[in-house]
Structure formats: structure tokens, C-alpha cells
């Protein structure tokens, strides 16, 4: 999440859940300005989500581009992208 303070309430909701046998981390990283290349390798996730701030997603075409190049890049073969998007038509 690119907000620290969003970082830090899902650090707090996460730490509920340290009876369970997940490994949780949590990073604050801006993904549509960012290049994941330079912290993570090629193909860590099964998934990968996006459920808040998809219209910051869709600012621009080249915005939308960086996003989608990390989302690639962090993808398993096979992995999934699961997001909520707006309606195209009133963003751009």
C-alpha cells in the first residue's frame, strides 16, 4: 500500500490472526509509480489483489501500464489478479 498509515492499520488487523499458520507482510510500496523489480523477484504470488484505489490505477494509460507491468511480473504462471474496478467510462 503506498499509505504508511494503511500499512500500520493492516499490521494491527493482521497481528489478530498470528494464531493461524499464515505468514503476513506488509509493505508500503506505490505500485503505480514504483518498479517491484527492485524488491521482489519474477513470479512470487499465486495472487495478487487489489480491492482499494483502483481508480488511481486508471490516471492515466502510462500509470495504468507501470500497475499492470508489476502485477505481470509478480504473478506465478497461472496466478490470478483479483481487483474491483470502476467503470472505465467515468474515469478517463
Given at each position: 500500500?503506498?499509505?504508511a498509515e494503511a500499512v500500520k492499520q493492516a499490521k494491527a488487523a493482521a497481528g489478530?490472526?498470528?494464531?493461524?499458520?499464515?505468514?503476513?507482510?506488509?509493505?508500503?510500496?506505490?505500485?503505480?509509480?514504483?518498479?517491484?523489480?527492485?524488491?521482489?523477484?519474477?513470479?512470487?504470488?499465486?495472487?495478487?489483489?487489489?480491492?482499494?484505489?483502483?481508480?488511481?490505477?486508471?490516471?492515466?494509460?502510462?500509470?495504468?501500464?507501470?500497475f499492470f507491468d508489476n502485477v505481470s511480473y509478480l504473478l506465478k504462471p497461472n496466478?490470478?489478479?483479483?481487483?474491483?474496478?470502476?467503470?472505465?467510462?467515468?474515469?478517463?
Amino acid at each position: 500500500d503506498p499509505s504508511a498509515e494503511a500499512v500500520k492499520q493492516a499490521k494491527a488487523a493482521a497481528g489478530k490472526l498470528q494464531k493461524s499458520q499464515l505468514v503476513i507482510e506488509f509493505e508500503q510500496f506505490d505500485a503505480c509509480k514504483q518498479s517491484v523489480r527492485e524488491v521482489l523477484p519474477p513470479s512470487t504470488f499465486d495472487c495478487v489483489g487489489c480491492f482499494h484505489d483502483t481508480h488511481l490505477i486508471m490516471e492515466s494509460p502510462a500509470v495504468a501500464q507501470k500497475f499492470f507491468d508489476n502485477v505481470s511480473y509478480l504473478l506465478k504462471p497461472n496466478g490470478f489478479f483479483i481487483a474491483v474496478i470502476l467503470d472505465g467510462g467515468h474515469i478517463w
